[in-house]
């Protein structure tokens, strides 16, 4: 199994711009989460899908940032337009069943290191 | 807010000494897991354990549980240099929904 996939790893770009985090979740994995990591605030969770469905996106900052997934295998992550503060690194991962009830783990990406200047 | 918060926020030992990181969390549980993040890399599950537990062990790894003190403890043995890394734990916050919260981790250095 070649795990949860994100691209690109790196991502430097211009306030302003759009920009979008892309995630492949394991195979026959239920649920798929997006995280965003900065040293002042730790590890967040915008947002997480089941079976493709969001249900829940309280973590979702700001109407500039905004998540799909068409189908069981992808997942975008899209922020328009990108500010400074959005630079931080970008979690996706995904699990089999629920994790807070049924214990299943999550499994991470490496993450996308997002920079906005 | 944090559900989840490490204690040391760092620790810095030598190798073959044991490490023991701290957990405490705010609301009812089902189970609380702790993570572990290699510089630049996603996290990785270490261990689970459930809120009917007290005690868990896995290879080197021990972790244990206090409901009453909502507190957990992970207890690295005869540590590596190849254990350093941040850890963190992770318990779902409360209102129904399943997303885990994590705490801002404890950051591990194993001296050679």
């Known amino acids: 199994d070649a795990g949860v996939i994100q691209s690109p790893r790196h991502e430097v770009t211009e306030m302003g711009q759009e920009v979008t985090l892309r995630c492949k979740p394991i195979s026959g994995h239920d649920y798929l989460f997006w995280y965003r990591q900065t040293m002042m605030r730790g590890l967040e969770l915008l947002i997480y899908f089941n079976n493709n469905v969001p249900i829940d996106d309280s973590g979702m900052p700001e109407d500039r940032f905004s998540a799909k997934m068409p189908n069981a295998s992808f997942s975008t992550l899209k922020i328009q337009p990108s500010e400074p503060r959005d630079s931080a690194v970008y979690f996706c991962a995904s699990s089999l069943r629920l994790t807070g009830v049924e214990g299943s783990p999550l499994h991470f990406g490496n993450g996308t290191r997002l920079t906005v200047t | 807010s944090q559900q989840g918060e490490e204690d040391p926020q760092a620790l810095s030992i030598q190798e073959g000494e044991n490490a023991t990181m701290n957990c405490s969390y705010k609301?009812?549980?089902?189970?609380l897991q702790w993570y572990r993040q290699n510089s630049g890399r996603g996290l990785v599950h270490l261990i689970l354990i459930r809120s009917n537990e007290r005690e868990k062990h896995s290879g080197r790894l021990r972790v244990t549980l206090d409901t009453s003190k909502k507190s957990s403890s992970l207890l690295i043995t005869a540590s590596r240099a190849a254990d350093t890394a941040s850890y963190f734990c992770a318990t779902v916050s409360g209102g129904g929904a399943d997303g885990l919260t994590f705490g801002k981790g404890t950051h591990l250095i194993i001296q050679p």
């Open positions: 609301t009812s549980i089902n189970n």
